[in-house]
């Protein structure tokens, strides 16, 4: 793998600027405490991919229904299914687009496009990874990142 090199930011109040991003984006990260979606969902571009990692309650939102409904949705737990971001995926068919949890995407239980692939499925067209955060997930970042850093001779060490 080659390193990421072309990595954008935008401020939310740019709008065309935000548009003119997200229609070039592969991949959208939100990592944000917004209540309200952060852009309109036809924005992103046809066979995106977006992590949704900042809004944890019903009452908040960083996408709208309208992106959520083009997404083939992976969760990293069932509680993801409650925030804000996923309260139209509520009702009889409405965890329809939710493949299952990152979990079995990375023991190799499920495989993930094969909806946005399906030319049958002509609305999805992106995938969306919501993630809540649990306690196991932050051990492991932080082991990680521990690691990376004593092996890069990164920091230091505090007693405590």
């Not at 094969?114 to 051990?139: H, L, M, W």
């Given at each position: 793998l080659s390193p990421v090199t072309d990595i954008s930011t935008r401020l939310l109040s740019d709008d065309v600027g935000v548009c003119n991003a997200l229609k070039d984006a592969d991949i959208i990260a939100t990592t944000t405490n917004a209540c309200n979606p952060l852009f309109p969902g036809e924005w992103p571009k046809q066979g995106c991919h977006i992590n949704g990692v900042g809004s944890y309650t019903p009452l908040m939102s960083e996408v709208d229904d309208e992106l959520v409904k083009r997404c083939e949705l992976i969760i990293d737990t069932k509680e993801a299914l409650e925030v804000g971001d996923l309260s139209c995926m509520k009702g009889d068919d409405a965890h329809q687009n939710c493949i299952g949890l990152i979990g079995d995407i990375i023991s190799g239980d499920l495989v993930v496009g094969?909806?946005?692939?399906?030319?049958?499925?002509?609305?999805?067209?992106?995938?969306?990874?919501?993630?809540?955060?649990?306690?196991?997930?932050?051990?492991f970042s932080a082991q990680a990142a521990y690691e990376y850093a004593f092996e890069h001779n990164i920091g230091r060490s505090v007693e405590m």
């Open positions: 094969k909806r946005r692939d399906d030319p049958n499925e002509s609305k999805i067209d992106c995938t969306f990874y919501k993630s809540v955060g649990t306690a196991i997930q932050d051990v």
